[in-house]
């Protein structure tokens, strides 16, 4: 599954780390996530979506769609 995660996150010049903390996970989570090893629980994935005001949908990409 693609998601935007680190582009949003850059957007924003937060360190993996400052996203790890907002998010409550570890910084080693947040790597996996952008760099698509790990897809996150459906609960952490609509946390990460609102901390940047999107939609799950908006934010994590079934592959083929955009």
């Not at 400052?18 to 952008?34: C, G, K």
């Not at 994935?45 to 592959?63: C, K, P, S, W, Y």
Request: avoid cysteine; aromatic fraction near 6%.
């Amino acid at each position: 599954m693609r998601n935007d995660i680190r582009s949003l996150r850059t957007d924003r010049q937060l360190s993996q780390q400052q996203l790890a903390e907002a998010m409550d996970v570890s910084r080693q989570t947040i790597n996996s996530i952008e760099k698509e090893r790990y897809t996150p629980s459906l609960p952490l994935a609509m946390a990460l979506a609102r901390f940047f005001g999107q939609t799950v949908e908006e934010v994590f990409h079934v592959d083929g769609d955009e």
